[in-house]
């Protein structure tokens, strides 16, 4: 018989006798009563070993007096969850999407950044995306080419695509078939492609885009893109000379601000650009004669978009020159002023606010939490709201090139 | 004014004057007192060549009197000197003329004096003519002459070596030139001309109680600057003056840095006071050795196991808790509070809806490191609530795979030290079916163990079966558990569960790496042969393949762990290492030498590192990362060493190839461990927006280093800077996560410094545990992000409180105020120099950061160390009494 103590835990027992003649286990046994741990699951350690249910006392050599320490609960044992979480490295790409917050960026395969940050403006639009998923893709009109039909659908592609991945996407598809489309943008200089207008891809698409969807003949939606872009304007076309006066409506995909010198505001050069000359045969003068044509807004779609004047045609030179005038934008853009009596009346009480949601010449993107995602090709970039505000120009930063703001709806 | 009086007054002489002046300058200068003095040397010298032996003798002795009288201003030529230069040739050429008389040593004696200022360089007569003259008390021409005879006795001997000419009346010269200076607050330059003459042991007879500090102090810092074996030697007659005066503590410092394990028993043999004793076992757990006392060092049985308990450390985690009440940080902090993500505006990482499993892994590991020791935390210590099973167990498996190993093996973290409340609670995760989970159960066996040992061997205990298992990931848990646990216990049993693992063709490479880096954690600094000759087969046997696998490096890396600091005894090995496959040869060449001149500072191996790294290499070759971690182990050992390699390293990062520039940041990580210099923080913070990713990632966790455990706020904002700007990049905001975890290791109370005793001291266990962690880290993508992140414990090992913890006779806390402020280095300062500036008082247990010193500010306690670190003995002092 030896006694010895044993530490569990925080706690020490001592004069626990060990009868030599008997198997550990009943050693085990006795520690289970002191413990509550059941024998199973006690580990006793004897200097460097585990003392093992049938081994012989007298080759462990235990002497009198001997501390022995054991490890074991006496709770119940933990289990795995039935479970795991699931994690964002085993997403599928279409869930990483929702998880990220926003969507891919595209690689830019050439100087190809306008059609980029053409794509991704529009990208953000969900209600041209929805249209375009009901295009089909034998639903092809007669009244439309074929070369059309083929970047409607790469369009639409190309944003389910975006849509489904967090990688970046390479747009080889979509740039063919603009190509194809517009020889214009397939132009090379030194054997790399060159360099494109924003605004010219976008309105060229735009346009595509509209003439596709418009002969798809959904009923509901006569057409699409003019609900969504299309700005009614009516003008009042007067001659001085004369006195003659006519009124003229016309629809356009969008607003221009025209940048001059006294010009400090987005809200003076829409102002600005809203009024033109123009020369034109006069049927009471019977000769040419200035006319001067002023434009107001008739009808506002959901998306408003502007471009900012920013490149002019430089005689002396034979160069398209860029201007770099600080034009401020503000992020919400109230255009009541720039509207027909007519539009006004109808608008008397919702006064309707336009929000801005798209500097397209980066590929702004807002999302619905206020934060803004700059997509420098394939690169995804968070920005805060005050550099969005940055983006008016003065110096040689990025500037805002086309804004798209987008119809705040206030319920009556 | 000028000190040469001849210079004086020229600008305002009359113009009448300056035909005179010319031949009068001299006389016109001097004042009346001085011509006098002037003519009568001029007779003494006239006198001296008188052939009356009677005048010459009065001449003589009226000249010495002058000489001895005005040798007391050292800071101009004295004046009889000054006025007897023109006569030295004259003196001297009559000396040769006299016949050998006492009156012709005096002589000699007065051209000896006189050789002080006129002897040509390299003539030394001032020693020829010392050693013809009357060998008087040597003091009594002033300190000046003693101490241009103690150079000239050097070159003589240097020379008389050459020629091997005998050195007998050099020698007695010293004796008294060394027992002048050793009465007069000299200590530096007996110490020095005893080195030159090789002859220390001189030095026993001369120091006494007034002296013997300053001497061993010079002393062992000059060591730092010898070439080896000089080093040991003067270390050597430090430890025999130290234990002559019974100042034991210091005796052990010095054993334990030579690693003489027979010194150390001297030391407990020589005292027979058991609190003295208790004191040098709190010493000895601090250097974190293994050490078996018997009944020599400690008689009575209970006595015995008193002082082992200390050794053994196993009240470490009740002291560092004490610590954490006193200084109140007990609360635990969840890994939010460490990002505080907060105070990042604008672009934080998106609210995360789905887990990601890096990023789980990295609040893992910051949750480890900051609660460390602490017994309780918010992940995985939470108390279980019924319906889930257990929340410890939710955060478990919130970690994916191989980061459950992580993750169980940081609840052992949390318990660090505290070795039965850690098993308690690591036991659940054995009842698991899950293999990765059971390999961090295994880890954390090792990591709860680590520093502490106890008579059952737990860890041997539980881990030794799992060792040969089948699953591999189980196989790696146990054997790094292993050797976290025996780290430099050289235990055989040990080795024999370890050794045959390296032999076994079956085994994968993974588990060959990590038995490597066991064993040679557990054989640390033993220069062991026949666990090198088992790692040095492991290596011969690895196909071509293999060895260029990331994990190969540990192999290397594991032999030279066994010669840390070890020096030429690595030489047999790194012969052998010659023979190897060329494409680890140089890789294994580099890790040996650095290994084994680790802590030494020795400067011959920092330039032939550098001499590796200059090298622009063309194939595909690994060893330079090793060249430049081994800049940073071999300058570490002292402050001018790092200056210069912290210099050098910023040149490898102009110049170097990308591999070089990959291991710069960790470099500079290890020299600056725990300690964190602006110009290093501000060189890491640029790095870690570099380019090559690669190199940020080095950069970042660096920055962890050397802030590990400091709070530093500075490192703390770059950090959090770097987790917005890196928010999308997984792997980098990984890396910044675990530095962010690092810099609050132990909220704080931690350090990872390997030096401690005032830097004198370099813990091998916690050196190695730090450089198997940066090997790792040569390759960030295949072994830290690949599988292998719980090489990230290995810094466990250099895991220590930056404490000082005062406890009374019956080693219960004891509060007491004291002064803590930046160290002055005194050596080589006559007088009792303040020690610490800009101090601060404070009351014990108080933190230290690196490079403060602490001091008693009372006196009603003497401490039993003399250096105030981590546990110290305060016996109430007999003679205090209380002040009104």
């Known amino acids: 018989m030896i006694t010895v103590s044993v530490k569990w835990q925080k706690e020490l027992f001592k004069d626990v006798e060990i009868d030599t003649t008997q198997s550990p286990y009943v050693f085990k046994c006795q520690l289970y009563d002191l413990t509550g741990v059941p024998p199973v699951r006690q580990k006793i350690m004897v200097k460097g070993g585990l003392l093992k249910d049938d081994a012989d006392w007298s080759a462990l050599g235990v002497k009198e007096g001997q501390k022995l320490m054991m490890m074991g609960t006496a709770d119940e044992i933990i289990k795995a969850p039935e479970k795991g979480p699931v994690f964002v490295e085993d997403l599928p790409e279409e869930e990483l999407v929702v998880a990220m917050g926003h969507s891919a960026g595209l690689f830019n395969l050439g100087n190809t950044c306008y059609m980029n940050s ?36 790469a369009t639409r592609d190309l944003f389910n695509e975006l849509d489904k991945s967090v990688k970046p996407v390479a747009p080889m598809q979509f740039w063919m078939v603009l190509r194809k489309k517009y020889p214009q943008f397939g132009q090379l200089h030194n054997g790399v492609f060159m360099q494109q207008d924003a605004e010219e891809c976008w309105t060229q698409l735009l346009y595509t885009l509209s003439q596709s969807l418009k002969s798809t003949g959904s009923s509901e939606i006569p057409d699409a893109l003019k609900a969504l872009f299309g700005i009614e304007l009516v003008s009042r076309v007067h001659c001085q000379e004369s006195g003659e006066e006519s009124s003229e409506t016309e629809s356009v995909y969008s607003l221009k601000c025209h940048i001059s010198q006294e010009v400090n505001h987005l809200h003076e050069g829409l102002k600005h650009a809203l009024k033109s000359e123009l020369e034109k045969a006069s049927p009471s003068l019977g000769r040419s004669a200035i006319y001067l044509k002023e434009s107001r807004i008739n009808g506002l779609p959901r998306y408003l978009t502007i471009q900012f004047v920013r490149f002019f045609w430089k005689r002396e030179s034979n160069q398209k020159a860029k201007i770099l005038r600080k034009v401020d934008y503000p992020l919400e853009l109230d255009v009541y002023d720039l509207c027909s009596d007519d539009l006004c009346k109808r608008l008397e009480t919702p006064r309707q606010v336009l929000r801005d949601e798209e500097g397209i010449k980066l590929g702004l993107k807002a999302r619905k939490d206020g934060k803004w995602i700059e997509y420098d090709d394939d690169n995804p970039i968070a920005q805060r709201e005050e550099d969005i505000t940055k983006l008016s120009g003065g110096g040689d930063w990025h500037m805002a090139y086309i804004c798209m703001y987008k119809a705040r709806v206030i319920p009556m | 004014m000028a000190p040469d009086p001849n210079a004086s007054g020229s600008g ?17 200068d001097l004042s009346d007192e001085d011509l006098a003095l002037k003519q009568q040397l001029e007779l003494y010298v006239e006198r001296v060549q008188d052939p009356d032996p009677g005048l010459q003798k009065v001449a003589l002795e009226s000249m010495r009197q002058e000489i001895r009288t005005s040798t007391s201003s050292m800071t101009s030529v004295p004046k009889p000197l000054k006025f007897l230069r023109p006569h030295y040739g004259t003196l001297k050429a009559y000396y040769e003329t006299m016949q050998d008389s006492d009156l012709k040593k005096y002589l000699a004696d007065i051209l000896s004096v006189l050789a002080l200022t006129m002897s040509a360089e390299g003539e030394r007569d001032s020693l020829k003519y010392r050693l013809l003259g009357s060998e008087g008390e040597i003091g009594s021409w002033g300190h000046e002459y003693v101490r241009n005879l103690a150079g000239e006795i050097a070159q003589e001997y240097a020379k008389r070596q050459i020629e091997e000419a005998p050195i007998d009346d050099l020698m007695e010269l010293v004796q008294q030139i060394v027992a002048f200076h050793m009465k007069h607050n000299a200590e530096p330059e007996a110490v020095d001309l005893l080195m030159e003459v090789e002859d220390l042991d001189l030095l026993i007879e001369h120091v006494d109680n007034t002296n013997f500090k300053r001497t061993c102090l010079y002393l062992t810092s000059s060591a730092r600057y010898l070439p080896g074996p000089d080093d040991m030697l003067v270390l050597d007659i430090a430890y025999t003056i130290y234990v002559k005066f019974e100042e034991y503590p210091n005796a052990l410092q010095i054993a334990l840095y030579l ?3 027979q010194y150390v028993k001297q030391v407990f043999t020589s005292c027979d006071d058991l609190l003295r004793k208790k004191q040098f076992c709190y010493i000895l757990a601090r250097h974190g050795i293994t050490f078996e006392l018997d009944d020599e060092m400690a008689a009575d049985d209970d006595d015995r196991e008193a002082l082992q308990d200390i050794i053994n450390n196993t009240k470490l985690s009740e002291g560092y808790l004490t610590l954490a009440r006193d200084i109140e940080v007990m609360e635990p902090k969840s890994p939010e509070d460490i990002y505080k993500a907060h105070l990042l505006e604008g672009r934080a990482s998106a609210g995360a809806s ?11 590991f910051v949750n480890a490191f900051v609660n460390a020791g602490f017994g309780q935390d918010k992940l995985m210590t939470v108390p279980s609530d019924s319906s889930s099973g257990g929340s410890s167990a939710n955060w478990l498996f919130k970690n994916k795979e191989h980061g459950k190993t992580s993750a169980a093996a940081s609840l052992s973290m949390i318990f660090l030290w505290d070795v039965d409340a850690g098993l308690a609670q690591i036991d659940k995760y054995f009842h698991l079916s899950d293999n990765h989970v059971i390999s961090g159960a295994l880890l954390g066996v090792g990591i709860v163990n680590c520093g502490i040992k106890n008579d059952c061997e737990p860890a041997l205990a539980l881990l030794g079966d799992y060792v040969d298992k089948e699953d591999p990931s189980i196989r790696i848990g146990a054997i790094m558990g292993l050797g976290i646990a025996y780290a430099g216990s050289q235990n055989e049993q040990i080795r024999s569960k370890l050794a045959p693992i390296l032999n076994d063709a079956k085994a994968p490479l993974d588990v060959i790496a990590f038995t490597a880096i066991s064993l040679g954690l557990v054989y640390v600094g033993s220069c062991n042969e026949e666990v090198a000759q088992a790692i040095i087969f492991a290596l011969m046997d690895r196909s071509e393949s293999e060895l260029g696998e990331p994990l190969t490096r540990l192999l290397p890396l594991g032999l030279g762990l066994l010669y840390l600091g070890k020096q030429e005894r690595v030489e047999a090995t790194a012969e052998v290492s010659k023979t190897f496959n060329e494409k680890i040869r140089k890789y294994c060449d580099m890790t040996l030498l650095s290994c084994a001149y680790a802590g030494t500072g020795n400067v011959l191996k920092v ?15 690994t060893h330079q990362g090793p060249a430049v971690l081994g800049i940073a182990m071999v300058a570490m050992a002292e402050e001018l060493g790092i200056e210069m390699a912290i210099r050098s390293l910023e040149h490898l990062l102009q110049y170097g190839e990308q591999n070089i520039r990959r291991a710069v940041p960790l470099a500079l990580g290890l020299l600056c461990i725990s300690n964190p210099k602006v110009n290093v923080m501000d060189t890491l913070s640029r790095l870690s927006h570099d380019t090559d990713s690669e190199v940020a990632m080095a950069a970042v966790i660096s920055l962890g280093l050397i802030g590990a455990g400091t709070n530093n706020a500075r490192i703390a904002g770059m ?32 350090t990872l410094n390997p030096y401690h005793s005032e830097r004198f ?18 390759d960030m993508k295949a072994i830290i992000l690949g599988k292998y992140h719980y090489v990230l414990y290995y810094i466990v090992l250099a895991m220590q409180p930056r404490m000082l913890m005062t406890v009374d006779e019956n080693l219960k806390t004891l509060s007491v105020p004291v002064r803590v402020g930046q160290a002055i280095d005194v050596v080589g300062q006559a007088g009792r120099p303040k020690t610490i500036t800009g101090f601060q008082t404070h009351s014990t247990p108080v933190l230290l950061a690196a490079g403060d010193r602490a001091e008693l500010a009372t006196e009603k306690y003497i401490p039993l160390s003399p250096i105030l670190e981590s546990f110290v003995i305060l016996k109430e002092n007999p003679n205090y009494r209380e002040e009104h």
């Open chain 2, 607 to 621: 330039q032939n590192l550098l001499g590796h790294c200059s090298q622009h290499l063309d194939k595909a070759e």
């Open chain 2, 761 to 778: 001291l370099l813990c091998p266990t916690a050196l190695a545990g730090i450089i198997t962690m940066l090997h790792a880290c040569l």
């Open chain 2, 12 to 28: 305002s002489v009359p113009s009448k004057e300056t035909k005179r002046k010319k031949d009068d300058k001299k006389e016109e």
């Open chain 1, 118 to 153: 053409t794509v991704q403006c529009l990208h953000s639009v969900p209600e041209l995306k929805s249209a375009l998923v009901k295009y089909s893709h034998s639903g092809r009109s007669n009244d439309v080419d074929q070369s059309s039909h083929m970047l409607t659908i």
């Open chain 2, 259 to 261: 690693d003489n394990m």
């Open chain 2, 354 to 364: 789905v887990d990601s499993a890096r990023q789980n892994l990295a609040a893992t």
């Open chain 2, 719 to 750: 950090l959090r800077n770097l987790s917005s700007y890196y928010y999308k990049d997984a792997s980098l905001l990984f890396f910044v996560r675990v530095a962010q975890g690092l810099v609050h290791l132990g909220k704080g109370l931690l």
